[in-house]
């Protein structure tokens, strides 16, 4: 089973280097409010992870979708966070692929950061392009009036944040899996022009980059091939 968020040994796998630099999702699930706020809630100890109100409630649509069960206090966090990334990848709560699973937690995605964009009155013209950066934080590609407003919402939110990268993951997975697919299909009729036509594979700077553009003329997913500069 693949899990959403980590690429790292299918790219190995297909010779080419890990897209995005994106961090591991973290699909730790609890129940609560629904309220789309920022705000922080109290803090237990130092180093416990804190939930936001758009935390809780992004948690809950997962568990809606995917069937992900709620962690709970003493449970293994590492073990949790393993098996709800495989329950979502692997589309063994419902009967989606990777790629379906991906598009359905675009939704959700969607939902909470259009509601927060409403209640702002933040605006697409120019667009917004939402890119995830080489420290696992979502970052717009272009300048924009609201640019720190929308950085601040999905990186303080750390559950909106993770589903995004999860996406963004998962959708660079699907599109490089697909063009090895033609691959080994042109090496079984003629390894040699094969080898000379897919030879970017190999190049270890090879990779698919996927963004997501919010303009007047609607929400757009795009998935474009690039060679990685070192």
Partial sequence: MYAIGNISDRAAYYGHQRTNKASEADFSVVSGENPEQIKQEPSISTGVRQLTSVDRAVQKDLENEFGIKPWQPGDSLQDHLQASSLLWGAGTTNSGTIEENADKALVIFQKHLQRFMLSEDIQTDPAIELDVGYDGKVVLRDDHPDREK??????????????????????????????????????????????????????GRYQYNSSLEISKEGWQMTTRPAFRIS
């Fill in 150 to 203: 929308i950085e601040n919402f999905i990186n303080q939110n750390s559950e909106i944040r993770n589903v995004y990268v999860g996406v963004v993951s998962a959708k660079n997975l699907v599109a490089i899996g697909k063009e090895s697919a033609k691959f080994q299909q042109r090496y079984a009729v003629d390894p040699q022009a094969a080898v000379s036509e897919f030879a970017h594979l190999f190049s």
